[in-house]
C-alpha cells in the first residue's frame, strides 16, 4: 500500500455497499486481507503505509495507535464486514500483509485468524499466509500457527548478499531466510513463499545468482521478484538524489529479471504472473490470482484497500485513527470509488494479461485486437496462444507487460 492512496467519494460511514455490488457475491473468489502496520524498522526503500514504536510514540497497551487496539479495531471491523455483506461467503483465501506480521507473534497471529473464522469463516481448503521478516520469526512461532491452521509463510527475504541488504535496511543476516523456509516446512506449513528484489544499486548478477541459489537450497515452493522501485519520499531516494548510490539502470533490471526466471526455470519453476513463479499449480498463491482473476476481498486493517463487485475503498491510513473510527462504531473506510465498465475493462485487461493464461481476446474491442495484431507480429504475444483467441505474453512481452497491456485497452 503505497503512501498516497487515490482519490475518490466519500464512504458511507455505515460501510453500507450499493445493492449492485453484493449481486453475484460468492461466485466469485472470496478472499480477505489483514494489513498488519507495524515494523521494528523501516526499509529504506519502503513505502507502505507502516510505523515503528517511535512512528506512534506509544504510551501503553491502551493507546489507539497500539498493536492491543488495533487487533480490538480489526476484530471490529470484521464484524462490520460481516453485516454489511449480508451473507457473506466463508473466505477462500485470508493474507496477513503488512508491516511485518511476524511481529505479533503466535499468539496475535492466532488470534486474527481466529478473528476472520469468527466473522466469515474459512472454506474447506482454505489458503491461510503470513507475511513475516527472518529476524521475527522462531520455530515455535511457526508450529504455533501451523497448528493454527495457517498453510502458507510469505519470507521477505529480498537478498541473500550482505551488502545488498545494507543498501535496503534489511536487519536479517545471509542465510537467515533459508534457515526459517526450512523450518516452515518442518512445521508442517505447506507452501513457503521468498520475496527477492533484484536491481539495488551495488548489486551484480554475480549477487543476484548467490540469492537465487539460497532460494533454491531453502526448499520453498513458490517465488515473488521484484525490480526495485524508488519510491519518492523514502530513504533510499534521498541517498540516490545525493548521488550516494547510482541510479538502477532499466536494461540492468531486464537483464536481472532474464536471469531470475532462467535460474527459476530451469530448478523446475514455472511462472504464472509476471513476478511470481511457482514449482507446481498447487504452490501457486490464490489469494494474489484471487485479486488478478477479478475476484472480491475484503480489506482490514489502517490503509487497507477493499473490492467488492465493482466497488472500490481504502481505509484510513493510521493505527489510531483507524482504532478510534471503529471503537466510535463507525466504517474505518476514508474514501471509495463506484467503477465504471470501462474501468473495470481496463482492470481486466491489466492484471490478466500478467497471469501465463493470458486475457480471452474476445473481451477486447476493434482497436485493441488490432494493438494485439501487432504485438503479436512484434514479437510480444505468443502467435499461437492469438490462434486460440488468448493474449499470452512471450518471454520478451513480459519484459514489457504494462505497455503491452496498454496498447489492448484501445
Known amino acids: 500500500m503505497p503512501s498516497v492512496p487515490p482519490g475518490g467519494e466519500p464512504a458511507p460511514a455505515d460501510g453500507a455497499l450499493p445493492p449492485d ?42 493507546d489507539p495507535a497500539s498493536p ?80 493454527a491452521g495457517y498453510t ?63 532460494v533454491l537450497a531453502s526448499g520453498a515452493d513458490h517465488v515473488s521478484a521484484y525490480s526495485l522501485i524508488v519510491e519518492d519520499g523514502t530513504a533510499l531516494a534521498r541517498r540516490l538524489a545525493r ?9 540492468v533490471l531486464a537483464d536481472r529479471y532474464e536471469i531470475v526466471d532462467d535460474v527459476l526455470a530451469a530448478a523446475g519453476f514455472g511462472w504464472y504472473e509476471v513476478s511470481n513463479w511457482a514449482r507446481s499449480e498447487a504452490a501457486r498463491c490464490r489469494h494474489n490470482l484471487g ?13 487497507a484497500h477493499s473490492h467488492v463487485g465493482g466497488v472500490r475503498w481504502w481505509n484510513v491510513r493510521h493505527p489510531a485513527r483507524y482504532s478510534k473510527r471503529l471503537a466510535a462504531g463507525e466504517s474505518p473506510a476514508e474514501a471509495r470509488e463506484l467503477l465504471t465498465a470501462a474501468d473495470r475493462h481496463v482492470e481486466q485487461v491489466l492484471l490478466a494479461l500478467r497471469t501465463v493464461e493470458g486475457l480471452a481476446t474476445a473481451v477486447l474491442d476493434e482497436a485493441g485486437r488490432t494493438a494485439g495484431e501487432r504485438a503479436v507480429h512484434d514479437g510480444l504475444l505468443d502467435e499461437g496462444g492469438w490462434a486460440r483467441g488468448r493474449a499470452v505474453l512471450t518471454d520478451r512481452g513480459r519484459l514489457l507487460a504494462d505497455g503491452v497491456a496498454i496498447s489492448l485497452t484501445g
Open 21 to 62: 455490488a453484493l449481486t453475484g457475491l460468492g461466485s466469485r473468489p472470496f478472499g480477505v486481507y489483514v494489513h498488519v502496520p507495524f515494523c521494528a524498522t523501516r526499509c529504506g526503500y519502503c513505502d507502505f503505509n507502516t510505523y515503528t514504536a517511535s512512528d506512534l510514540g506509544l504510551t501503553g497497551s491502551d
Open 68 to 147: 492491543a487496539s488495533w487487533l480490538e479495531g480489526l476484530r471490529r471491523e470484521l464484524d462490520l464486514a460481516a453485516r454489511v455483506l449480508g451473507s457473506p461467503p466463508a473466505a477462500d483465501t485470508v493474507f496477513l500483509g503488512g508491516g511485518t506480521p511476524s511481529l505479533l507473534g503466535a499468539e496475535g497471529l492466532v488470534a486474527v485468524l481466529d478473528a476472520v473464522r469468527s466473522s466469515f469463516g474459512l472454506a474447506p481448503g482454505a489458503e491461510v499466509t503470513t507475511e513475516a521478516n527472518p529476524e521475527s520469526t522462531t520455530p515455535e512461532l511457526l508450529a504455533a500457527i501451523a497448528d
Open 152 to 214: 502458507r509463510l510469505s519470507l521477505g527475504m529480498q537478498s541473500d548478499v550482505d551488502h545488498v541488504l545494507a543498501v535496503l535496511d534489511r536487519r536479517h543476516t545471509p542465510g537467515a531466510a533459508v534457515s526459517v523456509a526450512s523450518a516452515a516446512r518442518a512445521a508442517g506449513l505447506e507452501h513457503v513463499n521468498l520475496d527477492l528484489i533484484y536491481g539495488t544499486p551495488t548489486e551484480t548478477d554475480d549477487d543476484l545468482r548467490r540469492s537465487l541459489d539460497a
Open 243 to 251: 548521488g550516494e548510490l547510482p541510479m538502477p539502470d532499466d536494461d
Open 291 to 303: 485479486y488478478w482473476s477479478g475476484g472480491d476481498w475484503w480489506g482490514a486493517g489502517p490503509g
